[in-house]
């Protein structure tokens, strides 16, 4: 079965940078998506960005929520089936579990949990004010 393990999460002050690894065990699933969602305590999971990884021309393509659009950027290292997330200029409203998921969505549901079928158990981050 696909396996995520998530780590690189932790406490940081507003304005750090942190970077959350995913080691995506993968190989031999029909995958073409790997993303990032995170959750607040109490709020609903909700996305924070995702990377194509497959798919022709398509492939490395990345696609980001508007609230972290410039501060956060998605890269992928297919030779060790990872993915990261590098996080600047974090501010307390990022705290959150902060998941990787991998799945096939199509265009349209690339930022909806429904568009992934496995889930890591997921890494706090955790952003001081």
């Known amino acids: 079965q696909v396996q995520l393990v998530e780590s690189g999460g932790g406490l940081v002050q507003a304005g750090d940078s942190l970077r959350l690894s995913c080691a995506a065990s993968i190989s031999g699933y029909a995958i073409n998506a790997l993303a990032w969602f995170r959750q607040a305590s109490g709020k609903e999971r909700e996305f924070v960005g995702s990377i194509r990884w497959s798919g022709g021309q398509s492939g490395g393509n990345t696609y980001y929520a508007d609230s972290v659009k410039g501060r956060f950027s998605i890269s992928r290292d297919k030779a060790n089936s990872a993915i990261y997330l590098q996080m600047n200029a974090l501010k307390p409203e990022a705290t959150a579990v902060y998941y990787c998921?991998?799945?096939?969505?199509?265009?349209?549901?690339?930022?909806?949990?429904?568009?992934?079928?496995?889930w890591g158990q997921g890494t706090q981050v955790t952003v001081s004010s």
């Open positions: 998921a991998a799945g096939m969505p199509i265009l349209s549901s690339i930022a909806s949990t429904q568009g992934y079928t496995s």
